[in-house]
């Protein structure tokens, strides 16, 4: 069963001379569950804007995204946020941690408007990024690894169907984007999640099996390059 | 879609809230001083309002009319009862001999005023003060140890305990008068007093004065009678006619209800020569009446304040927005809903509000123990710090609602906040 499928989908926006300007134009895509996909985006193509599509923050213009079956675009936004919550987690290039929690708190306040807060699991996941000796730790006094591992603690808080990751290893050095990528993929695996992944390092692309060009996939992209 | 524990997300929006408020400590404490300052304040002007309207109208003064100079009632109210302001004029002794006898009065008490220690106001009367009076229904003034009531024979003095505190009398110590109602170091009488009796705190005006026979203040050198509207000096060893004798007034008490009614009657609307101030309460309450503008003003500036109150919550929290919309956004993409946020600073808002009422009993106690040392001081009359009055649960409350609404338009910006323009740049 697919764990996304997505049909027509269009988002524009109004650019600055007023005219409306195509982002994301994808007829077809879709993922199966526990697949493992990176996308190929270079800056500029769309691509958070396409997950942020995927992750219901944004509603496309037209079209069908199902998640899960559920077609997140006919939901509310109140549903929307909750199905979120629930059913997708969301790792940022710049992490996105609240900087005024600890990072037992940042991973507890993604349960809260999800699942419901359950505080070993927080403890326990916490401890599966090798963060166990730090859940009381700020942001601020973690390094931007450790930091990394909470937003990947934070993202599967509510044992998601589907994990998007944003440029995850973008702020990482070389040694750590391996490693960052292992444990991503390694606690997607663990949880029979799925992992859509988007990048523009080749480094990361490689480290995956099915690969896909934002590109390909998006006319909208197509038609700016050939343009 | 079903929905999620609401206790889970009632959690998620007190740490929300928890954390602003630790984040924002500084201003935080700065708004909820303001808002202590209104709520005390607002507390004050309406608890001491109420208890000195209540204190100055309604308490027992122990007496149902005074009977003086024609004149204001009111000066002779404030002269005689609270020890204030001058006296209107003297009326003859017979006055007093006459209506002690009269078949309505049942207690009679004259007073003989115009002289002072150190401020403190030097009373003429009789021992019918000690074994007649009741200046609360069933109390009498009792004397602290080794005191007894004066000889009215005898140059002595019995103190009130304010007196006793206030100029360090005490029993056996010996003072001198000083002629006229406000001290002058150049006006001392001759006469030597000796202090016999202090008083136990009586918590009312009469804390505030010193007590002699009323034949001293006639035998005071350089005292003048003038009873039969000639002047007459007071010869040592020579008893005083009673048509030469003045007081400043007679503290009465009647009989029944109806006779005051009569007496006043008798005295104000057909004679001409003197006042009868009756009902004592009646008569303060004009003043308060009149002196009502100031209370209004008062309460208009309290309200005023708590608008300023308010709007520092509004700008402290509007102000912090801004930098927490990346917190908002990322909030949201965890799955807060807007109405989530927009609860959590609302929340925000009235903790702060509540917090700085509950800071706000500080400055209402601080406020009302100060202003109840000055009257007490001034007047004699105690005001009781602790005394229930419903402004002291409405101030919160209202402090409170002011606080929620004053965060109603902070938080629809944090309710607008968009999630992804505040999260990443769109790539």
Not at chain 1, 103 to 108: D, I, Q, T
Not at chain 2, 250 to 271: A, C, E, R, S, Y
Not at chain 2, 366 to 384: A, E, F, K, Y
Request: glycine share 10%.
């Amino acid at each position: 069963m697919a764990v996304l499928e997505i049909t027509d989908v269009k988002k524009t926006y109004r650019s600055p001379t007023g005219e409306r300007q195509t982002i994301i134009d994808i007829p077809k895509f879709a993922m199966e569950e526990k697949a493992h996909v990176a996308l190929e985006g270079r800056s500029g193509s769309g691509k958070t804007t396409f997950l942020n599509l995927i992750a219901g923050i944004l509603k496309a213009d037209t079209g069908q995204l199902l998640v899960e079956g559920t077609d997140i675009q006919s939901l509310s936004e109140p549903s929307r946020d909750l199905f979120r919550a629930k059913t997708i987690g969301y790792v940022h290039q710049t992490f996105n941690l609240l900087q005024g929690y600890t990072a037992l708190e940042n991973v507890e306040l993604g349960m809260m408007f999800g699942r419901g807060l359950d505080k070993e699991y927080a403890v326990d996941l916490l401890g599966r990024v090798g963060l166990g000796d730090r859940i009381h730790y700020y942001p601020g006094q973690l390094s931007v690894g450790q930091q990394q591992r909470v937003a990947v603690a934070r993202a599967m808080a509510n044992h998601p169907k589907l994990v998007l990751a944003d440029e995850p290893t973008g702020n990482l050095d070389p040694h750590h984007t391996h490693e960052a990528l292992s444990l991503i993929r390694g606690i997607c695996r663990e949880q029979g999640t799925a992992l859509l992944l988007v990048s523009h390092d080749d480094e990361v692309l490689q480290e995956f099996e099915n690969r896909q060009s934002l590109a390909d996939i998006n006319l909208a992209g197509q038609e700016a390059s050939t343009a | 879609m079903s929905g999620i524990s609401g206790s889970s997300t009632l959690s998620g929006i007190f740490l929300m809230v928890r954390r602003s408020l630790r984040q924002h400590a500084l201003s935080t404490a700065i708004t909820m001083f303001s808002i202590a300052l209104a709520s005390g304040l607002v507390m004050s002007v309406f608890s001491i309002n109420d208890q000195t309207r209540a204190a100055f109208t309604g308490g027992e003064v122990g007496f149902d009319a005074v009977l003086g100079a024609r004149g204001s009632q009111l000066q002779l109210v404030l002269n005689t009862v609270y020890h204030l302001e001058t006296s209107p004029g003297n009326i003859p002794y017979e006055m007093y001999a006459t209506i002690k006898d009269n078949p309505r009065v049942k207690l009679a008490i004259p007073y003989a005023l115009g002289d002072n220690y150190q401020g403190f106001r030097i009373v003429g009367s009789t021992e019918d003060l000690f074994n007649e009076f009741e200046y609360q229904k069933g109390k009498k003034f009792e004397f602290q140890k080794g005191g007894r009531a004066f000889d009215t024979a005898r140059r002595e003095a019995v103190i009130g305990s304010f007196v006793a505190q206030k100029t360090g009398l005490g029993l056996g110590d010996k003072f001198n008068a000083y002629h006229g109602l406000i001290y002058d170091p150049n006006m001392r009488h001759e006469e030597e007093y000796v202090v016999v009796g202090v008083l136990k705190p009586t918590n009312t005006p009469s804390d505030r004065v010193i007590w002699i026979p009323i034949e001293g203040i006639y035998r005071m050198t350089g005292h003048v009678l003038r009873g039969t509207g000639e002047q007459y000096t007071a010869e040592a060893g020579k008893e005083i006619p009673d048509e030469h004798k003045e007081v400043s007034a007679v503290m009465l008490k009647f009989k029944g209800p109806q006779d005051g009614m009569l007496m006043d009657q008798t005295i104000n609307k057909q004679g001409k020569v003197a006042t009868l101030a009756w009902p004592i309460g009646r008569v303060m309450m004009d003043l308060f009446n009149k002196i009502g503008w100031v209370t209004r003003v008062l309460t208009l500036v309290s309200y005023l304040v708590v608008l300023v109150a308010a709007a520092s919550i509004l700008a402290s929290l509007y102000n912090t927005i801004n930098e927490r919309r990346r917190d908002f956004a990322i909030l949201r993409s965890l799955g807060a809903r807007r109405r989530t946020i927009f609860s959590a600073i609302i929340l925000e808002s009235s903790i702060i509000a509540l917090m700085g009422s509950l800071l706000g009993f500080v400055v209402y106690a601080i406020i009302l123990g100060v202003t109840t040392l000055v009257i007490r001081s001034q007047t004699g009359v105690v005001l009781d710090i602790f005394s229930p009055h419903p402004i002291l649960i409405l101030a919160p409350i209202g402090m409170t609602v002011v606080g929620a609404i004053s965060g109603i338009f902070p938080a629809i910006k944090a309710y607008t906040t968009d999630i992804a323009s505040n999260l990443t740049p769109i790539s």
